[in-house]
């Protein structure tokens, strides 16, 4: 499985970061890459308890069924699913700034973010609830490699 704690993982998703330009083609969506990294740099700021976000609406499904859904069960996460407005760049996410910068930025998060030991408590994600450290480490990978597709990275 997955995860960003196994140190593969971890390179490849780094890798794929370094990889990003700020004029790389999207596949889908609307955001562009520059936006991309940074609305993931805001989304593990958000894991780390940095930053607030507001909860999405119950689902029809139970946030612990949703949660174990999209965390373990073996497919791509689609596309199109909305976004809370504090980690969107067009509403109210960190406004993209100096591409390279901001994609420093986030290589440094990554790093933080799987750092042990942790300078931070692990926040609450809006729409699964409270998750455990196992969690946070597979849906860091499972967020990123969906992004890192959505700009073919």
Known sequence: MRTLTNAACLKE???RLSRVRADSPRRWGKMNAHQMICHLNDSFRVAMGQKTVSMASPAIISRRLMKRIALYFPMQWPH???TRPEIDQEISGTAPAEFQA??????ATTEEFVRVPRTFTFGTHPMFDTMTEADWMRWGYLHCDHHLRQFSC
């Open 80 to 82: 199109g699913v909305p």
């Open 102 to 107: 901001d994609l420093q930025k986030v290589i």
């Open 13 to 15: 998703i780094l890798d």
